[in-house]
């Protein structure tokens, strides 16, 4: 059955450079230096990627991350606390529009 | 996958036969094979130079059935080194410059020899490296194998794929992090992994699936803190290393689905400056029958070293296997992969 999404397309990423070279290399130099160690470490910045694939929902990033999260040492566990902040934020996040909704209701109800 | 209580061997496996592991390994599907790969570095073959290291296998014996173990080793496996084969050892030691001498298994303790043999090599004052897998350390019968490490000066090297239970009881056994725990506590009262103590601890790291391994300085670091944090446990070094595609890792990477694939990231992540320091181009590995390897992985694919008149202990020449050509293969590109990986962790 075809799909959208194919796990062998994760590989022609780069492919995108294709069509703006310059543009792609900018991405990749900067990409690279976003994972590198700093204030935090590679495993931190590979569990915050992590969290932030299971927030918009990208198989690919939460294929590539998962793995990453691993070779970096990180555990199921700690993986599995991280996709929690990404769910308790979207969760939360819904939820605070709440207040929206009321300051609507409020307006329009006596 | 279902924890091991038996060797492959013991269970008739046929992947157990190093022949059929080579065939599987050598089908190249469509990767460079490793010599050709090997020339990115500037050199044309893989030779060994001025041997540093003499890692000697005790035997395949062993209190645990690891589940990535490239010995294939068990509490099933009678392959032992003989007091002769020790001796032989001892003689070529004598004979040679080489400084160190690496011990290893299976579980070298378990070996009936072991004291006696350790006593001997620290007569001709060489360095002893003990690679020794905690949990035997807190066995009956064992629980003075600390002291004596100690006083003898042993280094010892210990693996712990991780620093919690979890990973680690899945790789090596229920059960395994709780025993190690207590072995490195004992290990620590004693000096071991203190600084100023003289007394060198090392831990091992190996990935507990299929997937590379962590860079060794940030992992060391998670280490350190989560042991000391949890435990009170200290050491000296972390050495990360990446599990091979032979033996019963093999087994786990086929059953699972996963050896293409990593044989894929391994080649991919060929690293021609981890490939200028590979261990054999230093390290020459003995089995426990006294035949001569150019590592512990070739040995446990029975791929002895090139030279006809030095291929056993009995026959050791250091003159001709210093720059012998090394055999290998596409498993080797399990210690070139990203910073590279040896029996001292990264090679970069
Ligand atoms: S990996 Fe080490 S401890 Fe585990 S079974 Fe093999 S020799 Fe024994
Ligand atoms: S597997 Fe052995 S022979 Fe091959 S590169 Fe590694 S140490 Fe050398």
């Known amino acids: ?110 | 996958m279902e924890a091991r209580h038996k060797s492959m061997k013991a269970f008739g496996n046929e992947l157990a036969a190093p022949e059929v592991q080579l065939e599987i390994i050598n089908r190249k599907n469509g990767f460079p094979a490793f010599d050709s790969k090997y020339k990115d570095t500037g050199e044309d073959k893989l030779r060994a130079g001025k041997i540093e290291i003499l890692q000697i296998n005790l035997g395949k014996m062993c209190n645990q059935v690891c589940k990535h173990c490239h010995v294939d080793a068990g509490p099933d496996r009678k392959e032992i080194m003989s007091r002769e084969t020790m001796e032989q050892c001892l003689t070529a030691l004598k004979n040679s410059d080489i400084e160190t001498v690496d011990l290893t298994g299976g579980a070298p303790e378990m070996n009936p020899d072991f004291k006696w043999f350790v006593t001997e090599i620290k007569k001709l004052d060489k360095h002893i490296i003990v690679r020794s897998n905690l949990t035997i350390l807190v066995t009956n019968g064992f629980e003075d194998y600390p002291e004596f490490l100690a006083e003898n000066q042993v280094e010892i090297v210990s693996s712990l794929p991780y620093y919690k239970a979890s990973f680690t009881d899945r790789q090596r056994g229920s059960g395994v992090f709780e025993k190690s725990i207590k072995a490195m506590k004992i290990l620590n009262g004693l000096g071991y992994g203190k600084e100023d103590s003289g007394l060198i601890f090392n831990l091992v790291y190996n990935p507990v699936g299929a997937f590379l391994p962590p860079g060794q300085e940030c992992l060391e670091k998670d280490y350190k803190r989560e042991l000391a944090k949890n435990f009170g446990i200290v050491f000296n070094n972390l050495y990360t290393i990446t599990n091979m595609p032979i033996s019963r890792y093999l087994e786990y990477l086929i059953a699972s689905g996963n050896y293409e694939e990593y044989m894929e990231k391994l080649v991919n992540a060929f690293n021609p400056e981890a490939a200028k320091n590979v261990m054999c181009k230093y390290t020459l590995s003995v089995g426990w029958n006294g035949y001569l390897y150019d590592c512990d992985f070739n040995q446990m694919l029975e791929l002895k070293v090139k030279t006809e008149n030095s291929r056993h202990i009995k026959d050791f020449n250091q003159q001709i296997l210093e720059g012998r050509e090394i055999i290998t293969g596409q498993h080797c590109f399990g210690c070139t992969a990203g910073a590279g990986s040896s029996c001292g962790g990264e090679l970069t």
Not at chain 1, 24 to 45: C, H, I, P, Q, T
Not at chain 1, 48 to 72: G, S, W
Request: charged letters at 25%.
């Open chain 1, 1 to 110: 059955m075809e799909t959208y999404y194919d796990p062998k397309d994760l590989k022609k990423f780069s492919e995108i450079g294709e069509g703006a070279p310059e543009l792609w290399k900018k991405f990749n130099d900067w990409y690279s230096e976003v994972f590198k160690e700093g204030a935090l470490s590679e495993r931190e910045k590979a569990l915050i990627a992590l969290a932030v694939a299971h927030a918009v929902q990208c198989p690919y990033c939460i294929d590539a991350y998962t793995q990453a999260c691993l070779e970096k040492g990180a555990d199921l566990e700690q993986m599995t606390e991280a996709v929690h902040v990404a769910s308790a934020i979207r969760g939360g996040a819904s939820l605070v529009h709440g207040v929206q909704m009321k300051n609507v209701n409020k307006k329009l109800t006596m």
